[in-house]
């Protein structure tokens, strides 16, 4: 699946790529040779359903499960992250690859003014406060953060879920990254504070020339965003390459079958939705319901 | 047959709900809609607009402050009783988590036989178990899982169950309230499905709730659009989709995604311009 025309040498590369996880009953592999590639100033989708394995992917790259027994390699400007110690790792955190997840409160640390946690990674590379603090007030406002200055000072839980999610951007970009990684970040916004959302990160990723790998199981959001997508299911991706051909010309049946299980506004109302991606439906465990 | 006079299914008059509370905000604010027999009316808008709200004094869950639901012409926020009763079960509803929905002590016979049981429709319990399984195979799922717990399905599996027991008791109508939102697309596509068969099937009419504009017009011939408690603007699915008249109605219908990478492309670019003016002004 390699070998697809980019633009200049990626910045991310992922190759063969496989995870897993100690459980009770052995090792369970959940990502299982995963090659992904993203360059300077290009923006790629990872689709899929829920546990097919995108999550568990973005962290590996940058190795936030201490559990997890990886393999392969992680190539960030072409040193590889698996390979590094924790020091190493930390400073590429934030530095060369910035992270956005799903859910802003759970990565806001409730005690600490939004301010504070934006500038942490400007601070840590030693910059001073004054020029930290004018960084982060023009990010935030950039961000279409009202009157930022005064923000800056104020707690995570006094800003509303789309507002939170604009100061983990801030605290992910701020440090110029020249990778960025969003794992779900507008799943749980409404849609115009989604579309805004995605704009902005669009607009900086552009201006910065970052790499952006951009999570998520919306193939509208994919659409909207990428340059090139990559299907995964079941811990493989199953196709990769430039949206408008697969969306248009989906080679893999699995996403033709995606694609059609998909309503849209200007679609024939009540046509049968396509559930051939649908696992059967299982059933999981025996009678009486025990636990997984 | 749709004479202007027919008593509709469903109908919601100026209803108001407010919510003790540090702003004692007015959750829903004048609401009416009505629903006639064998429609879909779809119910969209933001988070916290008051669709759940709305529902909940539909469905009797809740009390209005102000207003009436009135069931094929019965005011039922009035009625009480068997009477009340009797009506109400002509109403069921459906939650969006399937995971806290269901009791997961009770099997799936006892799940979807409840009601049945309980509204004295089948007291003999050999007949109400055949009626189960039934009722199990028009949701798609055979009477293997009868004596199965809801923690051993998945998400798409008890939402079936769920609707399955909403069906039980005979209803006219169901509110279904962002039944597909927590599931996968492949999965939501199954139900989705299901419910386009039993509309056809039963001739069940909705309220249905989603964030989802795209799901709302693949299943709703009619949609009302809900902001800050209000109704803003409703009409049918072309006339709402096409040619919204409210603003807020064009805000949200720009802002959804669409799975097409050309017709994205162009949008982005119309609502560059549009969008410099609007961009900065989100509250917090
Ligand atoms: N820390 C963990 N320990 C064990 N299994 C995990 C862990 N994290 C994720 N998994 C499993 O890995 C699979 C992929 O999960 P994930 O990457 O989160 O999926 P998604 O594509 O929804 O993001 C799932 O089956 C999940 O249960
Ligand atoms: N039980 C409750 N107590 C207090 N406020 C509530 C309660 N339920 C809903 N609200 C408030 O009412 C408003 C409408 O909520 P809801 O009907 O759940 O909206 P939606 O379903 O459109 O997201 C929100 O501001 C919400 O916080
Ligand atoms: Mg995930
Ligand atoms: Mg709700």
């Not at chain 1, 005690?111 to 910059?127: A, D, N, S, Y």
């Not at chain 1, 916004?189 to 990723?205: H, K, M, P, S």
């Not at chain 2, 399955?164 to 309230?177: K, M, S, Y």
């Amino acid at each position: 699946m390699s070998g697809h025309p980019t633009q200049g040498t990626p910045l991310l590369r992922i190759q063969d790529l496989c995870v897993s996880y100690p459980t009770p009953d052995g090792l369970k592999e959940v990502v299982r040779g995963v090659d992904l590639s993203v360059s300077r100033g290009e923006r790629v989708a990872l689709v899929g359903e829920s546990g097919s394995g995108k999550s568990v992917t973005a962290r590996s790259v940058l190795r936030l499960d201490s559990e997890a027994r990886t393999s392969g390699r992680v190539l960030i400007d072409g040193q590889d992250v698996l390979e590094m110690n924790s020091k190493e790792v930390r400073r590429v955190r934030g530095a060369r690859a910035g992270l956005v997840f799903q859910d802003p409160l759970a990565s806001l640390n409730p005690v600490k003014t939004v301010g504070w946690q934006i500038t942490q990674p400007l601070r840590i590379r030693g910059m001073g406060r004054r020029e930290a603090r004018r960084r982060a007030v023009d990010l935030l406002g950039r961000l279409g953060v009202a009157d930022p200055a005064r923000r800056f000072d104020d707690y995570p839980h006094q800003f509303s879920g789309g507002m939170r999610q604009r100061v983990v951007i801030a605290i992910a970009v701020i440090a110029e990254p020249q990778v960025l990684i969003a794992d779900e970040p507008t799943t749980a916004l409404d849609v115009q504070v989604q579309a805004q959302v995605l704009e902005l990160l669009g607009e900086l990723a552009q201006e910065k020339d970052m790499a952006v790998l951009l999570i998520t199981h919306d193939l509208g959001i994919v659409a909207g965003f990428a340059q090139r997508v990559a299907v995964m299911r079941d811990g493989k991706l199953v196709e990769e390459g430039d949206v408008d051909r697969v969306y248009a010309s989906p080679r893999h049946p699995y996403t033709r079958a995606l694609l059609d299980a998909v309503p849209r506004i200007g679609d024939q109302p009540g046509r049968r939705l396509g559930t051939a991606a649908a696992t059967a439906d299982p059933v999981s465990v025996s009678p009486e319901g025990e636990e997984l | 047959m749709n004479t202007a006079e027919e008593t509709p299914l469903l109908e919601a008059r100026n209803l108001v709900k407010t919510f003790s509370g540090r702003s004692g905000t007015r959750a829903v604010n004048d609401v009416s809609f009505t629903v006639r027999r064998g429609e879909a009316l779809g119910l969209v808008g933001e988070s916290g607009s008051g669709k759940s709200t709305t529902a909940r004094c539909v469905a009797g869950l809740l009390h209005p402050d102000s207003g009436q639901v009135l069931i094929a012409g019965q005011d039922v926020t009035r009625a009480r009783g068997r009477a009340l009763r009797a009506t109400r079960r002509r109403i069921q509803m459906v939650f969006q988590d399937p995971y806290s929905s269901l009791n997961p002590r009770m099997t799936v016979a006892d799940l979807v036989g409840e009601g049945m049981y309980v509204h004295g429709i089948e007291p003999d319990r050999v007949r109400r178990r055949d009626r189960t399984v039934e009722l199990l195979e028009t949701v798609g799922m055979g009477s293997e899982h009868l004596d199965r717990y809801p923690r051993s399905f998945s998400g798409g599996q008890r939402q079936r169950i769920a609707i399955a027991r909403a069906l039980a008791v005979g209803p006219d109508l169901l509110i279904c309230d962002e039944p597909v939102a927590s599931l996968d697309v492949s999965v939501q596509a199954q139900v989705l499905n299901l419910f386009g068969d039993l509309r056809e099937k039963l001739g069940l009419s909705l309220l249905f709730i989603a964030h989802d504009l795209a799901v709302v017009h693949h299943l709703c011939g009619r949609v009302a659009v809900m902001n800050s408690g209000r109704v803003v603007e409703q009409g049918d699915r072309e006339q709402v989709y096409t040619s919204p008249r409210h603003p807020y109605t064009r805000a949200l219908l720009d802002a959804v995604p669409v799975p097409d990478p050309a017709a994205e492309r162009a949008r982005a670019a119309g609502r560059g311009a549009v969008h410099t003016q609007n961009h900065h002004e989100e509250k917090r």
